[in-house]
């Protein structure tokens, strides 16, 4: 908490809860004061708006700020600049690795610049739970879990030293050892207060639980009440020491919720359908608030599903205000002692929601039929394009289509209209007709149908196909938390197993809990054995597919889907399906419910239609349907109720923080500052402060910038700086074979986050990228210019920078959509990339770019690179860098190949005054080391 607090508005109360007595700034005494309506604002902004009560001190935070949030505008464009201070950080270890090395380096660059080191810590409580870094080596057996905690151990126990040298050197930093739980669930089931709780001046104070997180989907905390959401590790760090986070008063959406969900329905289908809607509406930078009757029909759990999905329909934050349900859950998790203060402290704060109670006022409002949600998966290739079960054969086939496109373009079009279209219904898994039995209408049809022949070391034989289910996985924070869905999927797998069925030999299959939670309740549900029946086994506690930690396919399907340069398809219970993502030689990836993941390991393609097609055959030959394996809602409901048991939160988090015994035998370094090791393949000194001065060298204009990427829509942040496998001829993997490390040793791209040598050749090196300086070509290449030699993006930019040449990537829509990941601001940063132009920015990456000093422009409304007839080879000149402010029209003067010249005007993206201070200081976190400085 601040140590200086003006209470302008004499706020200041107390609150007695079971003879205790806590002191909190009172909305009520602020509403009587008659500034705004308060019972017209959301609840999302009323924890704003006490945020802001509390932390008032003239200075970050003034009583016009106070003021102005109280008289929030719903329908105004948000112009408006406020302070949010979290009252935690939750980090994950792919984020927090970097994390804590550039806290690291900044103490060895304070004590450098005279200043004092120890100035470098956490001031808010900060909670790191490492869930990333499992892969999916081993599966289908009942070692696999085994396995890959051993795997993972061996190849990250330099990373997992250096964290345990941060729990050590850092105060207010706790660590979760690996093979817990995936950090969001263990904020959920443990982590989360919802009414927190405080020291200062010997008082105790009690205030909402609010949060930034180091990875997107930190939003499912949302679920419980707590508003939280994703920001990039650079703000995080920058909140870790104290600095407030820079964000305009934003627009809120009110997404009512009516009925309840029908029969054969999960809450991964509502969550799909949610995100459709939302990304259809346009809610990027504004928070969504659930209200409505049909909170009261859905879990604690199923609310969190759907809170966790708020990066991809796009928001801020989607918020479910707290109620009886979340009191509920916190006796479920084993966190009885909290409720009296939450239910006492909400209520007097009017925080607390009651079905009866007056709607807040909305900028605009969404409304659904919970009834009308049909079973659904998304893809093949983003998280917002919803296909209904019934569909998925159709898309796949489009997929297919467009994959192959330039080898079809002589085909019929009638024919090739009928092909896709198809709905004949299929009996038979397509890789189990022999190849001759139905021979193909034309050569181009034979592309479309192609089956590449396949022997497995134990003899089966079949044949792979477009669409050929090779992974399917139950992952990710977003369903692994729920159990009605993993209840539902352990209930179609006994099913599946009592009819007789089995996966198809094809499919690597894994089972990744989000805590060992759910390991009990399976179990003493006595649904497990069913799973690992059917070769679910647990591989790992983590994110495991859903981050891209899928593993390598086996061999023999491996070659034949490079032989056949097949689109094949994994199927997961995940929340990004982004190309390049869950695996290289995975073309189309499908977010689907836990039940409908094991479904489709069943069947073993999604050229299929599930709602008619069999599964597959009993042992007399009998085809088994869908309809045949679906539990009921009533089994499902009787199986949660009688197996989720308070005993086994208790049990799972009882001593959380201790880890295994490869944890707790670790050799940690000790010390305030950290001694680098030059030998190091995984921890480098960052070289974000080499050099740095007490004060910042004046901006500049941008000269004779070359582009260094043209790009199209929806370019992720997995497109920038990929978090999975690479291969030994990649720009990483060439760098790490001449340090001696075997491809084998490789890791990830998550796992070297680290070593900034690795990240910068990483940068823009997804397999899928398609940058249109070299068209018709994927991955991380372009032409240096003007000689239009093509190359890897890495050596164009070193060339560059030798050249002194500064460097634009110019894009399309969405630039950035994704994880909350630094390194997709910090690798371009080291590229040596000065500003991006796009049609539109994702929210935390627009604010990553700002926080590593790398300008953000926007094409002004309805122009893009195409419009104005962009190639790519000309050169940039940005002006007017000396006078920045916030939103303000900067011009692009762009010369052409031959000589001529075009004038753009774009909108700066950097929004608020504050981040124009990070821009002039080369980004946050010098920024924050200087003011350290001060004082």
Not at 51 to 58: T, V
Not at 508 to 528: C, F, H, I, N
Not at 774 to 790: A, I, N
């Amino acid at each position: 908490m601040s140590n200086k607090n003006l209470n302008s508005f004499q706020t200041a109360s107390t609150l007695t809860v079971n003879g205790k007595t806590y002191h909190y700034h009172s909305l009520k005494k602020f509403a009587d004061q008659k500034i705004g309506d308060l019972s017209k604002l959301p609840f999302s902004l009323k924890i704003l708006l006490e945020n802001l009560l509390r932390h008032e001190d003239g200075v970050a935070v003034k009583k016009k700020d106070v003021e102005a949030l109280a008289k929030w505008n719903a329908k105004a464009e948000p112009d408006t600049e406020i302070q949010f201070m979290p009252a935690r950080v939750l980090l994950q270890d792919f984020t927090g690795v970097p994390a804590v090395a550039d806290l690291a380096a900044m103490r060895a660059a304070i004590k450098k610049l005279g200043g004092d080191a120890n100035r470098i810590n956490p001031l808010q409580p900060a909670d790191l739970v490492i869930d990333h870094s499992v892969q999916v080596d081993a599966y289908g057996a009942s070692s696999a879990f085994k396995e890959n905690a051993q795997l993972e151990f061996e190849r990250n126990e330099e990373r997992y030293q250096f964290l345990r040298w941060g729990q050590n050197a850092f105060r207010n930093f706790r660590v979760v050892p690996p093979d817990t739980g995936i950090v969001h669930q263990v904020n959920l089931e443990y982590l989360a207060h919802v009414a927190m709780t405080g020291e200062m001046d010997g008082k105790t104070w009690v205030y909402p639980d609010t949060l930034v997180g180091t990875d997107s989907h930190t939003t499912m905390i949302n679920g419980l009440g707590c508003l939280g959401w994703g920001v990039g590790g650079i703000e995080a760090e920058a909140a870790l020491l104290g600095q407030p986070s820079s964000m305009l008063i934003p627009q809120v959406v009110g997404f009512k919720l009516k009925g309840k969900l029908a029969a054969g329905t999960t809450a991964t289908d509502l969550v799909l359908t949610v995100t459709q809607m939302l990304r259809k509406k346009g809610v990027v930078g504004k928070f969504v608030e659930f209200f409505g009757p049909g909170l009261a029909t859905l879990s604690l759990a199923d609310r969190a599903t759907i809170a966790n999905m708020a990066p991809e329909y796009g928001a801020t934050a989607g918020l479910f205000p707290v109620d009886q349900v979340t009191t509920d859950y916190m006796r479920l998790t084993n966190r009885e002692e909290k409720v009296a203060l939450i239910e006492a402290y909400y209520k007097e704060q009017g925080l607390w929601y009651t079905a009866n109670q007056a709607e807040p006022s909305y900028s605009d409002t969404l409304e659904l039929e919970l009834g009308a949600v049909e079973p659904s998966l998304a893809g093949p290739a983003r998280p917002q394009d919803r296909v209904p079960l019934g569909e998925v054969r159709t898309s796949i086939r489009k997929a297919v289509a467009t994959y192959i496109q330039d080898k079809t373009k002589s085909t019929d079009k009638d024919a090739f209209a009928k092909w896709v279209a198809d709905a004949t219904a299929t009996t038979v898994a397509p890789e189990l007709v022999h190849a001759a039995e139905k021979p193909p209408a034309s050569d181009a049809l034979a592309l479309l149908e192609k089956k590449v022949p396949v022997q497995q070391p134990d003899g089966s034989a079949y044949h792979l196909t477009h669409g050929s289910v090779v992974i399917a996985a139950i992952t990710s924070c977003t369903n692994t938390s729920n159990p009605s869905v993993l209840i539902a999927a352990g209930l179609l797998a006994k099913k599946a197993v009592q009819h007789g069925i089995q996966v198809k030999p094809w499919v690597k299959t894994s089972l990744a809990p989000g805590s060992k939670v759910v390991t009990d309740y399976l179990s003493e549900s006595g649904l497990l054995p069913y799973l690992e029946g059917i070769r679910f086994h647990v591989v790992g506690y983590g994110c495991t597919t859903c981050i891209g930690n899928s593993g390598p396919l086996p061999d023999h399907v491996a070659q034949a889907v490079v032989k056949g340069d097949l689109a094949v398809a994994s199927v997961l219970s995940g929340n990004r399906n982004f190309e390049g993502r869950v695996n290289p030689h995975v073309r189309a990836n499908y977010l689907a419910s836990p039940p409908l993941v094991v479904a489709y390991a069943l069947a073993g393609n999604v050229n299929m239609n599930l709602t008619k097609d069999p599964l597959g055959h009993d042992p007399s030959g009998r085809p088994v349907f869908l309809k045949d394996l679906w539990p009921s809602q009533e089994e499902v409901e009787e199986h949660v109720r009688k197996f989720v048991t308070n005993n086994q939160f208790k049990k799972s988090y009882s001593d959380v923080f201790a880890g295994d015994k490869n944890w707790q035998g670790l050799k940690v370094p000790t010390g305030d500052l950290y001694k680098w090791e030059a030998s190091s393949t995984y921890i480098k000194e960052p070289p974000f402060f080499e050099g740095l001065q007490a004060q910042p060298t004046p901006v500049a204009d941008i000269k004779k910038a070359r582009v260094l990427a043209l790009l199209g829509d929806s370019i992720t942040t997995d497109h920038i700086s990929p978090a999975g496998s690479f291969n030994k001829s990649s720009p990483a993997g060439q760098y790490l074979l001449g340090l001696g490390v075997k491809p084998e040793d490789f890791n990830s791209y998550g796992a070297r986050r680290g070593n900034h040598e690795v990240m910068v050749r990483g940068t823009f090196a997804n397999v899928r990228l398609k940058n249109q300086l070299v068209p018709g070509v994927e991955g991380g290449v372009t032409k240096h210019l003007p000689e239009g030699k093509q190359m890897s993006i890495y050596e164009a930019s070193m060339k560059y920078q030798a050249e002194g040449t500064p460097l634009v990537v110019i894009a399309g829509k969405e630039y950035g959509t994704g994880s909350s990941r630094d390194w997709a601001a910090k690798g371009p940063k080291l590229l040596g990339i000065r500003a991006v132009i796009a049609e539109s920015f994702e929210r935390i990456h627009r604010s990553n770019l700002v926080g590593m000093g790398i300008l953000p422009l926007q094409f002004q409304g309805g122009e893009t690179a195409q419009s104005l007839g962009l190639t790519g080879t000309e050169t940039y000149d940005i002006e007017g860098l000396t006078q920045l402010s916030p939103g303000q029209k900067v011009v692009v003067k762009v010369k052409a190949t031959d000589g001529s010249t075009k004038q753009l005007t774009t909108i700066c993206r950097i929004d608020t005054p504050n981040e124009i201070e990070y821009y002039k200081n080369g980004g946050i976190l010098s920024f924050v080391l200087r003011q350290a400085l001060k004082h």
